[in-house]
């Protein structure tokens, strides 16, 4: 537990961009990549190195060049395609959502938590908006272990259809966990 602590604390004091350039030497060229690009051998040394030296990975190797072969021979899309008619809806509504969810929650709340936690009487915006964090991590992993509870795919489906199916299954999920 202490090693979260001071990892947390330790992502409030250096900036994420600095944390993702050095991460960046560590990870590896993607497989699917190598191949599309062109470098077997390295597509070859890369998917033994994922899967371990002593698996087989012909089978894989074969779906990853099919897949790409397949990929290649489709004609190149463009922007202007997504606002074709039978795209309006899909488009409309993700859009709409990612336009809507900046006029409300927690975006504007993450954004000014240190003034707002200073004018509430903190002596640091720092130690509120850490609060603030530890309390949306902690409900994001309740949310993701009862999503995963109670499964995706029946919250998904009996989501399009509001009824109190979906809260029985989250009572149901939430009763699972705590016990």
Known sequence: MHWRISTFLFGTMVKWRTIALIGLIFIPESPRWLEKVGKLEA??????????NNANISEEAEEIRGYT????????AKTLDLFQRK????LIVGVGL???KQFGGVNGIAFY??????SAGFS??????????AVQISMQTLG??????????PLLTDCRFPSNRVV??????????LT
């Not at 597509?43 to 371990?52: A, N």
């Not at 938590?113 to 200073?118: G, T, Y």
């Not at 029985?168 to 966990?177: A, C, L």
């Open 43 to 52: 597509f070859e040394y890369s998917l033994r190195r994922l899967r371990g």
């Open 69 to 76: 072969e397949t990929i290649q021979r489709l004609p190149k």
């Open 87 to 90: 795209y309006a809806h899909s």
């Open 98 to 100: 990612m336009v809507l």
């Open 113 to 118: 938590a240190s003034s707002i936690f200073v």
């Open 124 to 133: 640091s915006g720092n130690v509120g908006t850490i609060a603030m964090v």
């Open 144 to 153: 993701v272990l009862l999503m995963d509870k109670s499964g995706r795919r």
């Open 168 to 177: 029985d299954r989250w009572e149901q999920s939430v009763k699972n966990v």
